[in-house]
């Protein structure tokens, strides 16, 4: 599903350059539920934004699906996010002004759905979070949780074939990271690509591969056995 | 067609009511903007209105030519000589200038000016006396208060009959007396009296005291054969007055023996003059309300895009998320254009409503008669357009400079973490 070869990034901090990736290379199945991990500066962030074509790599390579990554304009890439990716982050990132059946809608609007099948899938993955009932509630009516499941939803509704999740659980407190990362492991059972960009070890002891990042090197990639999340809930 | 796309529209509302009091605050700029322009079109239409109002019946393109004495000697004539023009002038002018659309000649009772003492029944008036030609009335229309205006009948039976002025009405008559019917004396005749004129206050040839009997009634009753005092001439549209006055110049002159340069022989008005002063000073004010209201309409756009510009930075973080869901740049500009647009456009129409509630008011109080040059202050429909085409351009270029504000927003800087 992803396939990374030697990809560097270095950023310009004036006179001198920071080479915050040193060549990645690892490789995702489809299906599979990764955790990346690494301390602040590890180059984990930056590895997710060049995932999520919010940010490019300077050299190296990027096969998402079959598909290149490679010298995108802005328009290819809000098409591409829009058509392979689905995000989660760390602050939710809901816009406070509409509903949550909206907020989940709108990724099928810039897909250019129909207005009516648009609002039917949204409530069909309102219901897969649980939230149906909370479809007409604005952001600031939910709590924390809720808000990261009405993201999940929204990033599940363009159907992507991979879902980034940049911390989704950094802003929760430990029952709700479990109801969240719970949440996360039934949408992987069900076929879903998953990377999750975490440095709490429990989040990634609950999915099934940790790749370890450390200055900008991969220092640790092992499958393990998911710890379920079901059984904290 | 996105124009009509339900979605769009419901984006771009969303945004706009989420703040209404900011949205409101930035549309008050345009609605004063266009309630000034609007205005101030109005106004200068209704100037303009005005003077035509005043100046209705009134054939702008005409002139008056007149004797007077020569000042050059000619032919053997001294300098001085004093020139009568017949009757007879009046067929040669209209028959061998074919720009002359009418030629009212006249006749003035006494010298120019002079005034003849019009008894009834002991009381006087000094009025002009005029003996006129029916088609007077096509060059400078009297308005008439009671009764009508000399005819064709009047002239071929030398009717004694005659119109007077309000003012000789009031010095003959008493207050709410009728007059028409009666009969007033001048020079021992009796004139049956068929109208009161009211002169026009703001172009006033005849004076406020006149009366008017036929041209041939005139003739008869006080011997003045063939002679003609002055007359009064419209043109044909399209033609210049001056030239019309020169050629009729040169041909008299001619006929009467008048030396060529001679300037003083023939006295000459050219009515065109005032009303081409006249529209040209409503032209120029028409256009310079035109400048200042657009000009104040820029500023009130550019006040729009200006919070706009506040607004995009406030939504740096939801334009990231819009960005990294999939909104194109493309999609992003055309949101923040159409509701530069949106904005300019509905504020527009509130000014436009509430100005033209203004010049509603105004034209009220004004009423229909008044010699005030103010009458139908409205704008009209191309001065509408072109003001909403202006305004809806000038917010799209302006909106631009929000819009692409908004697609430098890189998502991976909206979305990074504070």
Same mark, same amino acid.
């Given at each position: ?233 | ?14 945004? #706009?009511?989420?703040?209404? @009091?900011? =949205? @409101? ?14 205005? #101030? ?21 005409? #002139? ?157 009753? @006080? ?15 399209? =033609? ?50 035109? @400048? ?97 085409? #202006? ?28």
């Amino acid at each position: 599903m992803i396939e990374i070869k030697d990809l560097h990034k270095s950023y310009k901090m004036g006179s001198n350059s920071l080479h915050v990736l040193k060549g990645i290379n690892f490789s995702v199945e489809e299906g599979e539920l990764v955790a990346i991990m690494g301390s602040s500066g590890s180059g984990k962030s930056t590895l997710l934004n060049i995932l999520g074509m919010l940010d490019n790599s300077d050299s190296g390579e990027y096969i998402l699906d079959g598909v290149p990554i490679k010298n995108l304009n802005e328009t290819k890439a809000a098409q591409y996010r829009n058509k392979f990716l689905g995000f989660v982050f760390q602050s939710f990132n809901l816009i406070n002004y509409k509903s949550a059946l909206e907020n989940v809608a709108l990724p099928l609007y810039y897909q250019k759905v129909g207005r009516k099948e648009r609002l039917e899938k949204s409530l069909k993955y309102l219901d897969q979070v649980g939230l149906k009932e909370w479809a007409e509630h604005l952001p600031s009516e939910l709590s924390g949780g809720q808000k990261q499941r009405v993201a999940i939803a929204r990033a599940m509704a363009a159907e992507p074939k991979v879902l980034l999740a940049d911390e989704p659980t950094g802003a929760l407190d430990s029952k709700t990271s479990y109801e969240v990362m719970d949440l996360i492991q039934k949408i992987n059972d069900q076929g879903n690509t998953i990377l999750i960009v975490t440095h709490e070890p429990d989040i990634a002891d609950m999915c099934k591969r940790i790749v370890h990042l450390k200055d900008g090197v991969i220092i640790e990639d092992k499958k393990i056995k998911q710890v379920r999340a079901e059984q904290y809930v | 067609m996105w124009l009509f796309d339900k979605d769009l529209w419901s984006e771009i509302f969303a945004s #706009l009511g989420k703040n209404m @009091f900011r =949205t @409101f605050l930035t549309m008050l700029g345009v609605i004063i903007a266009m309630v000034i322009l609007v205005l #101030l079109l109005g106004g200068s239409n209704g100037m303009s209105n005005g003077f035509n109002k005043i100046f209705a019946g009134t054939a702008s393109n005409s #002139l008056f030519v007149w004797s007077q004495r020569t000042s050059e000697p000619y032919k053997g004539f001294e300098r001085g000589r004093r020139i009568q023009f017949k009757l007879e002038d009046a067929g040669i002018l209209k028959e061998q200038i074919e720009e002359i659309e009418v030629l009212a000649p006249r006749i003035e009772l006494g010298s120019h000016r002079g005034v003849v003492t019009v008894y009834r029944n002991g009381r006087t008036s000094g009025s002009a006396v005029y003996g006129d030609y029916p088609n007077i009335d096509d060059i400078m229309k009297k308005k008439l208060v009671e009764g009508r205006f000399l005819n064709e009948n009047d002239m071929a039976d030398s009717k004694k009959v005659c119109v007077i002025g309000e003012e000789t009405y009031k010095l003959l008559f008493d207050k709410e007396e009728n007059a028409i019917g009666k009969d007033v004396r001048i020079n021992g005749v009796f004139f049956n009296i068929v109208g009161i004129y009211k002169p026009n206050q703001n172009i006033n040839i005849d004076g406020e005291n006149s009366v008017y009997i036929p041209f041939s009634t005139f003739q008869k009753a @006080f011997g003045s054969g063939d002679r003609m005092g002055w007359m009064a001439i419209s043109v044909q549209p399209d =033609t210049q007055v001056t030239i019309v006055e020169s050629k009729i110049k040169q041909l008299l002159k001619n006929k009467y023996d008048i030396n060529p340069i001679d300037e003083r022989a023939i006295g000459s008005f050219d009515l065109s003059e005032v009303f081409n002063n006249i529209s040209a000073f409503t032209g120029v004010l028409k256009g310079v309300s035109f @400048f200042v209201g657009i000009l104040t309409l820029l500023a009130g756009v550019i006040a729009i895009s200006n919070i706009l510009l506040i607004t995009v930075k406030e939504r740096t973080k939801e334009i990231g998320v819009r960005r990294a869901l999939g909104a194109t740049p493309k999609v992003v500009k055309r949101q923040i254009v159409l509701e530069s647009i949106m904005i300019t456009v509905f504020a527009g129409f509130i000014g436009f409503a509430i100005a033209v509630g203004i010049l509603a008011a105004v034209n009220g109080m004004i009423g229909e008669d008044s010699d005030i040059p103010f009458y139908n202050l409205m704008v009209s429909i191309p001065q509408f357009i072109i003001s909403f085409v #202006l305004m809806v351009g000038l917010s799209v270029l302006i909106g631009l400079i929000p819009a692409n504000r908004a697609v430098r927003i890189k998502p991976i800087e909206a979305l990074r973490e504070e």
